[in-house]
């Protein structure tokens, strides 16, 4: 008997969900897989569903523009183009113009020429390894953003060079997602596209998001940041890395001063502010320079909050400091504000 009742108030409960969901038009929930990674994108409102199905589409379509390994690709094209000028996409045009400008701003610590060396660590194949000194410093000689140049829609590299968006583009595809949602009214959704988190405004209640910020040395959270209306990018090796036969651990994000993972002591770089792909670059960048350069970095170019994580410390800048709460597991971690 209690068990039926228990049932029946459940139900009564989800059909009044229900109701409620209808009266104000209802919350849509998509998961997918794009761009090599989980994507989530909830909204709420009167057009959600619409809306959450054309940004699922949408990050299709720029997904087979910019894939890397996609042969039917623009980056492909421009991949095996053998050097010469290929036409693009205004898209593609402006994310690479934008990934060399950032490239040029953090003196090439995000470095968007950086593929062969990341496809000899064997990330993109799948089949990691620690390739050889030698090989390494012949492969940098095929990278430098310097020589990329964007010509209206005409994109160039040198010979023998290839692009990879890939520490950018789940950056912009935020952007794009929350201009469409925004577009058909959508003034409360949030976007997860695999740890690249927009914001468009707050809960449907008005209170803020919780966003848990993951422990890049266990499965749970290190902290948590409670904020509206903004993006929230973390880069770290613990996202995809290999242990090589000796026990070293090798992540997916490459030093490009030395071929080899970047390993300085930054186990993960959170970037907030407006623009998804800033986050995205930024946060790339900024885990590749270490934490004394990403201070800098933050001090001269300001426009961004940032939380950095080492093995024993977590500094967080000023404008976001309030927003964020170290987790109660997690108070052995110094939280520096900066
Ligand atoms: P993210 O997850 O945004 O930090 O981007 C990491 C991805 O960007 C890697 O999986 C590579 O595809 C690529 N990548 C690795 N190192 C760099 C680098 N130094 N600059 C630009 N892209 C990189
Ligand atoms: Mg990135």
């Not at 890397?68 to 593609?92: C, L, M, R, Y």
């Not at 095929?142 to 789940?170: C, P, Q």
């Amino acid at each position: 008997m209690r068990v039926l009742k228990t049932i029946l108030i459940a139900a009564v409960c989800a059909a009044f969900a229900g109701c409620e969901d209808a009266r104000r038009g209802g919350e849509y929930t998509a998961d997918f897989f794009a761009m090599d990674t989980v994507m989530r994108v909830t909204a709420y409102g009167n057009e959600s569903e619409k809306a959450v199905r054309a940004v699922e589409n949408r990050i299709g379509e720029l997904e087979k523009m910019w894939s890397a390994t996609d042969a039917e690709s623009e980056i492909f094209a421009i991949n095996h183009s053998g050097g010469e000028p290929v036409a693009v996409h205004k898209e593609t045009a402006e994310l690479v113009l934008f990934a060399r400008e950032i490239a040029e701003k953090t003196g090439g610590a995000l470095e968007p020429t950086i593929y062969p060396v990341l496809t000899a660590w064997g990330f993109t194949v799948g089949e990691n390894r620690v390739p050889s000194d030698e090989e390494i410093a012949e492969l940098l000689e095929n990278v430098g953003y310097e020589r990329i140049s964007v010509a209206g829609n005409e994109v160039r590299t040198g010979e023998n060079m290839m692009l990879d968006l890939g520490a950018v583009a789940k950056g912009e595809a935020a952007d794009e997602a929350a201009r469409i949602l925004k577009e058909n009214g959508i003034s409360s959704a949030l976007i997860n596209l695999g740890g690249n988190v927009r914001l468009i405004g707050g809960k449907p209640d008005g209170s803020d998001w919780r966003l848990g910020l993951k422990d890049p040395l266990g499965s749970g959270y290190a902290g948590v940041l409670n904020v509206s209306d903004c993006t929230v990018v973390t880069s770290g090796s613990y996202e995809r890395y290999f242990t090589a036969d000796d026990g070293t651990v090798y992540g997916h994000i490459i030093d490009p001063s030395s071929g080899y993972p970047a390993d300085n002591g930054l186990l993960s770089v959170t970037i907030i502010a407006k623009e998804g792909r800033l986050c995205d670059a930024l946060s790339t960048a900024l885990f590749v320079m270490g934490e004394e350069k990403a201070r800098a970095y933050w001090r001269e170019n300001g426009g961004f909050d940032m939380i950095l994580i080492t093995r024993d410390e977590v500094i967080v800048t000023g404008g976001i400091a309030e927003m964020f709460s170290l987790d109660s597991g997690h108070e052995y971690l110094r939280l520096t504000v900066i």
